[in-house]
């Protein structure tokens, strides 16, 4: 009977766990590695060029 208990109790907390936003995924709507919360551009994704590509947005680097 014990090894039920133990196994009801395994299983409703896998339930809760699937069932709750433990495992919630970050929004990147451009899908550029940064998420939309950090993101100055959501919908425009940065271009990783060395050039400011922590702020989100599409850049070019300025001519030396």
Not at 20 to 40: L, R
Request: aromatic share 10%; proline share 9%; with cysteine.
């Amino acid at each position: 009977m014990e090894n039920n208990s133990k196994l009801g109790l395994f299983g409703f907390f896998l339930l809760f766990m699937l069932s709750s936003n433990a495992f919630a995924q970050i929004s990147d709507t451009d899908n550029d590695g940064i998420p939309d919360s950090s993101d100055s551009c959501p919908n425009d994704p940065e271009t990783i060029n060395g050039f400011q590509d922590s702020d989100g947005c599409p850049d070019v680097v300025p001519p030396v």
